[in-house]
């Protein structure tokens, strides 16, 4: 018996867009979007709901990303049982701290992002792998999101 798993991921947005939809949005940045995306490979965090306001997320994983791949984080922040649907707010994107080469073979390298003058007590982090080479794909390991009050 065989089983058969490929990782389904779209190109750079530099490239000519591929992927199984054939619909797919190429002009635009559609992870920015507040529901659905139109890459392969998302990863999606279930809505945070904090206790007391936060100032400031950091967003911190392992990864290890070949060359011709990226990775990109998105985050949704927000305040809970306030009368806005979080169904309606759009993600935003954010940079590493510091700029991450591509990884060597199977070297995972920390990565990190620090989103700073929020005000929010609920939150949802999104993270885009995209390749040009479905045998090449990112890698993501410990992931962690941490809420900081200052």
Request: charged share 20%; proline share 4%.
């Amino acid at each position: 018996m065989w089983i058969l798993i490929g990782h389904l991921l779209l190109r750079s947005v530099t490239e000519s867009t591929i992927g199984i939809n054939s619909l797919i949005e190429s002009t635009a940045n559609v992870s920015l979007e507040p529901s659905g995306d139109q890459n392969d490979a998302v990863y999606l965090t279930r809505i945070a709901n904090l206790a007391q306001l936060s100032r400031t997320l950091k967003i911190d994983f392992g990864c290890y990303r070949p060359q011709g791949t990226e990775t990109r984080v998105y985050i949704k922040t927000f305040e809970s049982g306030s009368e806005v649907d979080p169904n309606t707010i759009n993600f935003v994107e954010i940079q590493p701290k510091v700029a991450i080469p591509a990884s060597d073979v199977f070297e995972f390298r920390d990565y990190s992002y620090e989103a700073t003058g929020l005000n929010f007590n609920a939150f949802q982090v999104k993270i885009v792998m995209r390749s040009r080479n479905q045998a090449s794909v990112p890698q993501i390991i410990d992931f962690r999101s941490t809420a900081l009050a200052t």
